[in-house]
């Protein structure tokens, strides 16, 4: 067997050297050939897997679809809404639109500010409330928020646009009943003298109805007497 | 016939030497024979592949039409619900596109119009921006589509005479057709458009004058 193959490979070396240049030709066409197969193996092998890609993605919009289909009409139509209502409107429009959905209300012991100077006697507790009131409304709940000071942020709430202090800031209670989330500011044991100072900023006092002092510089100041 | 192995060859030298060689015969063949058989296999394959790509696409397509249908009545629903129909008209509208043109050519930024024929047509052709429309609902494009766009013009004509508008529907909106018939020679008609649609036509000083000249091309 070894001395076969010796022969032969010792025939075929003496051959090749004997017809170099044909041997170059034969050698050429087969690496032609063989570089067809794999140019056609490679071509043929990406159509395939390319087309197999856009089954497998289109059967996965598929299932999306129908999952949606599926589904509470109204919470798909709300995600498409609210894509399609930013698309429509922008950002800041639909602000403007969503905006009578949330109501602010600011009150000093229970009254209306109307001035951007409140007086109150000496040892009277200074209540300072801020009402967040909520009225539904047809836009899905991702675009009422627009609407809200705090915009689409869920991390923050309306007591980082407002802040109550006498010396230091006051720490408000917060409430959420029904439609209201309501801030009380407590303020005990005031001096004759001593200032507690609210301070409200410009993106809620815009959305306020407020005198207009108090709208301009967002500060009222309720000083002890 | 030369000898293999000399220093010129010829056609006929070549093939004998191939013949005579039956080890590249059979790779060649069996290079050849491969690269039909990957061809035509993966041809089948691919045409079953295509296949199953387009009943899958049918479905889905299908499907999406629904749901999309279903969604725009949802945000029609939201729409009619918050806002009066002027005021979804004037939404609708802020996304038109309009057009001018007299005797079917383009007239944007032209002062002047000399028409050869004795009948005039200004057309205004409104569309809804296509983008848009996917997220309009139908009912609120119609508002805008259908809104009498010749209330945005005034026509002075020498004779006072009143033209035939008409509003039709085309592939992609609405065309209004506004036509002034039996033109003398040298009348004209004024077109005083304003601000809004101006602005949107592309005129220049939102008037345009037409007049009515045989020899005109």
Same mark, same amino acid.
């Given at each position: 067997?070894?001395?076969?193959?010796?022969?032969?490979?010792?025939?075929?070396?003496?051959?090749?050297?004997?017809?170099?240049?044909?041997?170059?030709?034969?050698?050429?066409?087969?690496?032609?050939?063989?570089?067809?197969?794999?140019?056609?193996?490679?071509?043929?092998?990406?159509?395939?897997?390319?087309?197999?890609?856009?089954?497998?993605?289109?059967?996965?919009?598929?299932?999306?679809?129908?999952?949606?289909?599926?589904?509470?009409?109204?919470?798909?139509?709300?995600?498409?809404?609210?894509?399609?209502?930013?698309?429509?409107?922008?950002?800041?429009?639909?602000?403007?639109?969503?905006?009578?959905?949330?109501?602010?209300?600011?009150?000093?012991?229970?009254?209306?500010?109307?001035?951007?100077?409140?007086?109150?006697?000496?040892?009277?507790?200074?209540?300072?409330?801020?009402?967040?009131?909520?009225?539904?409304?047809?836009?899905?709940?991702?675009?009422?928020?627009?609407?809200?000071?705090?915009?689409?942020?869920?991390?923050?709430?309306?007591?980082?646009?407002?802040?109550?202090?006498?010396?230091?800031?006051?720490?408000?209670?917060?409430?959420?009943?029904?439609?209201?989330?309501?801030?009380?500011?407590?303020?005990?044991?005031?001096?004759?003298?001593?200032?507690?100072?609210?301070?409200?900023?410009?993106?809620?006092?815009?959305?306020?109805?407020?005198?207009?002092?108090?709208?301009?510089?967002?500060?009222?100041?309720?000083?002890?007497? | 016939?030369?000898?293999?192995?000399?220093?010129?060859?010829?056609?006929?030298?070549?093939?004998?030497?191939?013949?005579?060689?039956?080890?590249?015969?059979?790779?060649?063949?069996?290079?050849?024979?491969?690269?039909?058989?990957? *061809?035509?296999?993966?041809?089948? $394959?691919?045409? @079953?592949?295509?296949? %199953?790509? =387009?009943?899958? !696409?049918?479905?889905?397509?299908?499907?999406?039409?629904?749901?999309?249908?279903?969604?725009?009545?949802?945000?029609?629903?939201?729409?009619?619900?918050?806002?009066?129909?002027?005021?979804?008209?004037?939404?609708?509208?802020?996304?038109?596109?309009?057009?001018?043109?007299?005797?079917?050519?383009?007239?944007?930024?032209?002062?002047?119009?000399?028409? *050869?024929?004795?009948?005039?047509? $200004?057309?205004? @052709?409104?569309?809804? %921006?296509? =983008?848009?429309? !996917?997220?309009?609902?139908?009912?609120?494009?119609?508002?805008?589509?259908?809104?009498?766009?010749?209330?945005?013009?005034?026509?002075?004509?020498?004779?006072?005479?009143?033209?035939?508008?008409?509003?039709?529907?085309?592939?992609?909106?609405?065309?209004?057709?506004?036509?002034?018939?039996?033109?003398?020679?040298?009348?004209?008609?004024?077109?005083? *458009?304003?601000?809004?649609?101006?602005?949107?036509? @592309?005129?220049?000083?939102?008037?345009?004058?037409?007049?009515?000249?045989?020899?005109?091309?």
């Amino acid at each position: 067997m070894f001395k076969k193959l010796k022969t032969f490979f010792e025939n075929f070396r003496s051959d090749y050297y004997e017809h170099k240049k044909q041997y170059t030709i034969i050698i050429s066409i087969t690496v032609a050939l063989f570089l067809a197969f794999v140019i056609t193996l490679g071509v043929q092998i990406y159509r395939c897997g390319s087309a197999a890609y856009r089954i497998n993605h289109t059967q996965t919009q598929l299932t999306d679809v129908k999952a949606k289909l599926a589904a509470d009409p109204v919470i798909v139509g709300d995600e498409f809404a609210v894509d399609a209502l930013q698309r429509i409107f922008g950002s800041d429009q639909l602000a403007l639109h969503t905006d009578k959905c949330w109501d602010y209300k600011i009150q000093i012991n229970g009254k209306e500010v109307t001035d951007d100077t409140v007086k109150v006697s000496k040892n009277e507790t200074v209540t300072v409330t801020l009402k967040e009131i909520y009225t539904e409304s047809k836009f899905p709940d991702d675009v009422e928020m627009f609407g809200r000071v705090t915009g689409n942020d869920t991390r923050t709430d309306v007591s980082n646009y407002i802040s109550v202090s006498h010396g230091a800031n006051i720490i408000p209670v917060k409430l959420q009943k029904d439609n209201v989330y309501t801030l009380t500011y407590s303020v005990k044991g005031l001096k004759s003298g001593d200032e507690v100072v609210v301070k409200m900023k410009p993106m809620l006092t815009q959305q306020m109805d407020l005198p207009d002092d108090v709208a301009m510089y967002g500060k009222i100041t309720i000083k002890v007497s | 016939m030369k000898n293999i192995g000399e220093s010129e060859y010829n056609t006929r030298d070549i093939l004998f030497f191939i013949r005579t060689r039956k080890l590249f015969i059979s790779v060649c063949a069996v290079l050849v024979g491969l690269t039909v058989a990957v *061809a035509i296999i993966f041809n089948v $394959v691919y045409g @079953n592949l295509m296949e %199953d790509y =387009k009943s899958v !696409y049918a479905e889905y397509s299908e499907k999406s039409d629904i749901l999309h249908k279903q969604n725009l009545k949802h945000l029609s629903g939201i729409l009619n619900g918050e806002f009066t129909k002027d005021q979804l008209t004037n939404i609708s509208k802020g996304f038109c596109k309009y057009s001018l043109s007299v005797n079917n050519q383009p007239v944007s930024k032209l002062d002047f119009f000399y028409s *050869a024929d004795s009948t005039v047509t $200004v057309t205004v @052709n409104h569309t809804i %921006d296509s =983008k848009l429309a !996917y997220y309009l609902p139908d009912d609120v494009v119609k508002l805008a589509l259908t809104d009498d766009v010749s209330k945005y013009f005034k026509f002075v004509t020498v004779n006072d005479s009143k033209p035939t508008i008409s509003t039709s529907a085309t592939a992609d909106g609405y065309r209004t057709d506004i036509v002034f018939k039996e033109l003398k020679v040298g009348e004209s008609i004024t077109i005083l *458009a304003n601000h809004e649609i101006a602005t949107k036509l @592309n005129m220049n000083q939102g008037t345009l004058e037409i007049v009515y000249n045989k020899e005109a091309k």
